[in-house]
């Protein structure tokens, strides 16, 4: 049995503890807005925070997760309404949306440290794929939240 913290709500589960959280997000938690893309660590659609730090839960495993506390897309915010998913709508970044969960949570501990990146420094932290190439709207959503005009 393990014991995991996500979204402030405690989950006792009966898996090994060397499955990926990302499975027991989705399959056994139901929290399907975590994606799966790649399960090598190349596109970041399965981000999460662990601590307060993007971790990819395609290969962070429950053992791992345990005791920490886990915040996914769904625990951002109770009503879908902070100030980046706001910027996100606002700038309509989304195509098909499979990687944007993972792209708005690096933006968030993104603009945690750094309020006001530039282009390059953009670039530079946001490692995510996405395949319908929605990386300029990402900068644009990523300018809005910092400008605070959402
Ligand atoms: S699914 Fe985890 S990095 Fe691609
Ligand atoms: S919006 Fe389709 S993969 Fe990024």
Redesign the pocket.
Request: aromatic share 8%; net charge neutral; hydrophobic share 15%.
């Given at each position: 049995m393990t014991t995991l913290n996500v979204n402030g709500v405690s989950y006792t589960v009966n898996v090994p503890g060397t499955t990926p959280l990302l499975w027991v997000l989705r399959d056994i938690i139901g929290l399907t807005g975590t994606k799966y893309g790649c399960g090598i660590e190349e596109c970041s659609a399965c981000t999460v925070m662990k601590d307060g730090s993007p971790e990819k839960s395609c290969v962070l495993t429950v053992a791992d997760a345990s005791g920490s506390k886990i915040v996914t897309i769904e625990g951002l915010s109770p009503t879908g309404t902070h100030i980046v998913q706001r910027a996100w709508i606002a700038a309509q970044v989304?195509?098909?949306?499979?990687?944007?969960s993972g792209?708005i949570l690096k933006a968030v501990q993104l603009l945690k440290g750094n309020p006001n990146p530039t282009d390059a420094q953009i670039d530079a932290a946001m490692s995510n794929i996405?395949?319908?190439g929605?990386y300029q709207r990402v900068r644009a959503a990523i300018h809005l939240a910092a400008s605070g005009a959402v």
């Open positions: 989304p195509q098909c949306g499979y990687c944007q792209m996405c395949a319908c929605t």
